[in-house]
T-cell receptor, first 110, second 115 residues
Framework: GENVEQHPSTLSVQEGDSAVIKCTYSDSASNYFPWYKQELGKGPQLIID???NVGEKKDQRIAVTLNKTAKHFSLHITETQPEDSAVYFCAASDSYQLIWGAGTKLIIKP | DSGVTQTPKHLITATGQRVTLRCSPR?????VYWYQQSLDQGLQFLIQYYNGEERAKGNILERFSAQQFPDLHSELNLSSLELGDSALYFC??????????????FGPGTRLTVL
C-alpha cells in the first residue's frame, strides 16, 4: 500500500524567510496530493492541493510542486508570517483513502 | 468554520467505560471519516462511511465501532476504554467519498481524556 514520509518534523524559520516541507510517496498510482494546516486546538484545514497532471500550483504565498518521476512533492511558503505557525500535513491518495504524512511543526521566529 | 460539527468538545471518563462521539457532516456531504490524533502525533485514519455504508477501514480497534445514520450524521463508539485511548478524535466529511476527487473538511474535534 501507499506510504508517505514527511520531512522535517520541525522547521524553525525567521519571519519573512521561506519555508519548504517535503513529502515522498511510494505508490506511483497516487494522483491527488493535498496539504493541510492544523492550528493549535483546531481541526486540519486544506490550504492547497495538486493533481498528478500538474507540476506546480500557486496560491498567493503558498505553492506546491510535484515530481512524479521521483515521487515527491513539496510545500513552499514565502514571506512567512507569525500566523503561518502551525502543524502542516501532506497526504497522497491511491484510491478511497488519503495516506497521511506524520506532520511538520512550523515555527516562525520574530 | 468548515461546516462539520462534533459533540462533545471535551470528554473525561474512566478506564473501562464506554463513550459515544457524534459528528454532523457539511450540508450535502455524503461521506464521513473518523480520525484519531494522539498527543503530538499524526492523523490515524479509523473508518469511513458513505451514505450509511462502511466504505473503508483503517487502524480501528475492535473495541471501537461506528455507524452513519439515515440523516447522515455519524457516531463513533469507544468501549472498554484504556489510558492509551486518550486523544483528539476528528470527524471529516466529503461530498462523494472518493479520496482522489473530494476535499475532506474537518470538524473541530473531540478531546477524550481517559483517567
Amino acid at each position: 500500500g501507499e506510504n508517505v514520509e514527511q520531512h522535517p518534523s520541525t522547521l524553525s524559520v525567521q519571519e519573512g524567510d521561506s519555508a519548504v516541507i517535503k513529502c515522498t510517496y511510494s505508490d506511483s498510482a497516487s494522483n491527488y496530493f493535498p496539504w493541510y494546516k492544523q492550528e493549535l486546538g483546531k481541526g486540519p484545514q486544506l490550504i492547497i492541493d495538486i493533481r498528478s497532471n500538474v507540476g506546480e500550483k500557486k496560491d498567493q504565498r503558498i505553492a506546491v510542486t510535484l515530481n512524479k518521476t521521483a515521487k515527491h512533492f513539496s510545500l513552499h511558503i514565502t514571506e512567512t508570517q507569525p500566523e503561518d505557525s502551525a502543524v502542516y500535513f501532506c497526504a497522497a491518495s491511491d484510491s478511497y483513502q488519503l495516506i497521511w504524512g506524520a506532520g511538520t511543526k512550523l515555527i516562525i521566529k520574530p | 468554520d468548515s461546516g462539520v460539527t462534533q459533540t462533545p468538545k471535551h470528554l473525561i471518563t474512566a478506564t473501562g467505560q464506554r463513550v459515544t462521539l457524534r459528528c454532523s457532516p457539511r450540508s450535502g456531504d455524503l461521506s464521513v471519516y473518523w480520525y484519531q490524533q494522539s498527543l503530538d502525533q499524526g492523523l490515524q485514519f479509523l473508518i469511513q462511511y458513505y451514505n450509511g455504508e462502511e466504505r473503508a477501514k483503517g487502524n480501528i480497534l475492535e473495541r471501537f465501532s461506528a455507524q452513519q445514520f439515515p440523516d447522515l450524521h455519524s457516531e463513533l463508539n469507544l468501549s472498554s476504554l484504556e489510558l492509551g485511548d486518550s486523544a483528539l478524535y476528528f470527524c471529516a466529511s466529503s461530498a462523494q467519498g472518493v479520496a482522489g476527487v473530494d476535499t475532506q473538511y474537518f470538524g473541530p474535534g473531540t478531546r477524550l481524556t481517559v483517567l
